[in-house]
């Protein structure tokens, strides 16, 4: 509302200090005159923007009414200065008609165009959804399957002790698996955008690398870190970040065996943006399965779940970056977070 007023207030003035000059100027420097009536069209054109048909037409109205007077007293026996400012009157009217007619217009395709996005946002939610929804039920459905067979198996009286310690062994596997479905599930759903602070991208791959330490798959692969110096800071939360990392560096081990992988940080060429990629030379990712690696569930590992790259990829685009995959078959992956620097850097 008070941005309201401080535009109406500036096309008054506007239109108030066009007018003096008009009336303080002498009928005998007509060139003057001709410039104080073209700059009538700036409140004119200002309204129409601001306020659309309405306002564009208030205002032509208004400054046709109050120039008049000066057009017929000062112009009245000068034909060729009145006829021009009469033309100019006119101008006025159309102008701020025309552009305030348009500007409506395209405000109002505008909103249309917000309230489409809108409805778009809602259909891709609920696909989401739904997507979540069926690919939960499928993984829920696998374990609990299985537990329910192995209690049958269990629950018989003449079930033999062998028997029953491999059951008990299927049973807690599948009970950690359920665990681990449902853990990844509200990591997944609870990735939210949180107070963002200066981090720095380094001190993420460290604090991600402590953690990985004691991983037991960190025992047959060794991580390399090539850490850029002077790296700018970004702005976002360290713990979704290094939890990004350690999804992107768990991929890297599995995908590798045994080997190495390497966790590297950097600057884009333009500046503008740093880096953090997690390389391997694994077997690699095929192009048909590439392109559905971002989609909850979707997993080519017996035990895997499906939503770790979900959650790197939110991550990312909480903090206004992205993540890119590169991978070629017998060759490895290459997984590579992409952030704005904090404007203050």
């Not at 409506?104 to 395709?109: C, F, K, L, S, Y």
């Not at 629950?155 to 665990?179: A, G």
């Amino acid at each position: 509302m008070r941005s309201n007023w401080k535009q109406v207030a500036l096309v008054a003035g506007l239109v108030l200090v066009f007018s003096i000059l008009h009336y303080m100027t002498p009928a005998s420097r007509p060139i003057l005159h001709g410039v104080w009536r073209k700059m009538y069209f700036v409140p004119i054109l200002l309204a129409a923007f601001w306020f659309g048909l309405r306002g564009g037409l208030i205002t032509s109205v208004a400054i046709s009414v109050i120039y008049l007077p000066h057009v017929i007293g000062q112009w009245a026996h000068i034909h060729t200065q009145r006829e021009d400012a009469l033309f100019d009157i006119l101008l006025y009217n159309i102008v701020g008609g025309l552009t305030g007619f348009l500007a409506a217009r395209e405000r109002e395709q505008r909103e249309k165009l917000k309230e489409a996005q809108k409805e778009l946002l809602r259909a891709d939610r609920l696909k989401l959804l739904g997507e979540l929804s069926a690919g939960m039920a499928h993984e829920v459905r696998t374990p609990l399957a299985s537990i329910l067979g192995s209690v049958n198996i269990l629950s018989k009286e003449n079930s033999k002790p062998e028997e029953k310690r491999e059951f008990l062994e299927i049973l807690k596997k599948e009970v950690h698996r359920l665990d681990k479905v449902v853990n990844d599930f509200l990591n997944y759903s609870r990735i939210e955008k949180k107070e963002f602070a200066a981090c720095n991208l380094n001190d993420v791959v460290r604090q991600a690398e402590t953690i990985l330490r004691s991983h037991p798959l960190s025992k047959k692969v060794e991580m390399k870190l090539e850490l850029a110096k002077n790296l700018p800071a970004v702005l976002g939360d360290s713990n979704q970040l290094c939890q990004a990392v350690l999804n992107l560096a768990l991929n890297a081990m599995q995908a590798v065996g045994e080997g190495e992988i390497k966790l590297a940080t950097g600057f884009n060429s333009d500046g503008k943006q740093v880096f953090l990629s997690v390389a391997d030379r694994g077997p690699g990712i095929a192009p048909e399965v590439l392109e559905k690696i971002f989609t909850p569930f979707f997993t080519t590992r017996p035990d895997g779940v499906g939503l770790g790259l979900g959650i790197v990829e939110r991550i990312a685009s909480l903090h206004k970056g992205e993540v890119k995959i590169d991978s070629k078959v017998g060759a490895g992956t290459s997984a590579t977070l992409i952030f704005p620097i904090l404007e203050s850097n």
